[in-house]
């Protein structure tokens, strides 16, 4: 594409005087400039991307879009703008042939729940014979085939790449987590969607976002801009957890129809007559004047809420309950999520993705239920994330476990010592506190799964799906799963 042609209508504030030229690609990162490339530079957190100017010109770029006032080679067009992150989104859409516009768009938010609820709306979609797109923190799907991922919701270049490559496998929609992160660094700008979800807000992310005000405005962008965008047919909706503090000043961002659900009213879908087991959970909603009975697979009061979002999905594109309750019903569990390690041991192994104080509280909530004996917890906290969230995760482990076993979770760049005590400084808060301190996680549920008895049950929190632990800069292999089935091995022979 012509680099005029790419340009037109978008809001640039000056070109340089340089000879038109093709654009081959789009990229943010020096690194991946190939010939011919639009390098578009972004002041970043850690760094700031105007300083790669030369690097990304070095290895080929036909233009730079700056937001400073940065020295650009002559024969190189240099485009300015005035806020270049916003500006990449909207370049590479243009670029890629806006793919949003020709699928059905789906975007889940919240603190928790968003990869189990769109896990499940692809599950319906699915079961109603679309194609579909998946896009989130454990993979992203185009139909069968599994791709992987860098974050939850991809820098907005990487993610209009991907639509377009779903857009012409002839996917009809994209279900898509969308991060407060994504939302507030314009990654998912262009995605005009069609159906916005907010499953919840509770804390997380308070180093990146200030305080709760702030996250839950982010939250927030989603909904507002919904229906703004609008290139293509087709009802737009809503759907809202009205059990949620902040539903209401969510609604208040909608001028779209709204679907609200949850397990009191005012809910429009709501769930009655919940039944939680092991093996997973039963309720009641009424959709359309008929009574749907679904019994997922999924255990949890939280998938309630997750499964509610779903039938909402459904509801709202008219796909026939019995199509719903199938769907719903056929799927087996999300990795990481509440996910049973089972080596016929008589006592129960939990992994699960928890990894925030509201995350961890319904986890612990939901194992006591099926707790006979003692529940054991192993966690940890991220470095280089929310140290607010450590000490409220340290609490809520000891008051709700009958052992708590603190251990690093991804320490990242930080100290792992340090993010413990951070951990203990809200355990020491707690009269009575169980406890034990083990840095090294394999250790950890090595002594865990040591300490069970019959009936008790063990919950190893934070990890879920990953497969690996980031020491420093380094990733190294390390899998929740793997190491309780070793543990379970080692123990039983
Ligand atoms: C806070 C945040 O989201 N940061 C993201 C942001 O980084 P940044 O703006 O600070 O980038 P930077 O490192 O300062 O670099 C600035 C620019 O210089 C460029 N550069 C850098 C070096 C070089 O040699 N050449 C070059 O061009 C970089 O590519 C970048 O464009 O833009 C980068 C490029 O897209 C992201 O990789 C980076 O994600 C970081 C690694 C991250 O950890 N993000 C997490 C917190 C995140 O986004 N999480 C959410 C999920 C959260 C949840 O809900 O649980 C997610 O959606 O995954
Ligand atoms: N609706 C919910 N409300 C509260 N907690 C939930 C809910 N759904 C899931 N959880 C808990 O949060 C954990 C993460 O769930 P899930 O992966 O679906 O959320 P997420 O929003 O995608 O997380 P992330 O922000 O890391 O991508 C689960 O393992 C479970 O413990
Ligand atoms: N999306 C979350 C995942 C946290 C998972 C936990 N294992 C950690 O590394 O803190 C984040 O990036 O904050
Ligand atoms: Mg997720």
Redesign the pocket.
Known sequence: MLLSDLLAGLPVLEVSQAPDRRIQGIA????RVKPGFLFVA?K??????HL?VA?AVERGAGAVAVQEDVPVPEGVARVLVADTREFLALVAARFYDYPARKMKMVGVTGTNGKTTTTNLINAIYREHGLKTGLIGTIENRIGDRVLPVE???P?SADLQQLLAEMAGEAVQAVVMEV????LV?HRVQECEFDTAVFTNITQD?LD?HGDMQEYLRAKGLLFAGLGREAHKQGPKHAIINSDDPAAEEIIKACRVPVITYGLRPPAGLLAQNVRVTARGVSFDVTVNGENLSLHLRLTGKFNVYNALAAVAAGVADNIPPATIKKALEGVPGVPGRFELVDRGQDFAVVVDYAHTPDGLENVLSTAREITAGRLITVFGCGGDRDRAKRPLMGGIAVRMSDLAVVTSDNPRTEDPQQIIEDILAGVRKVDGANYTVIPDRRAAIRQAIRDAGPGDVVVVAGKGHETYQIIGDRRFHFDDREEAAKALGADLN
């Open positions: 943010y990162d020096s690194r972004i970043g957190f850690k760094t700031n991307g790669y690097d974050h939850t919701t820098e991060s407060s992160h994504a660094l992310h990146f």
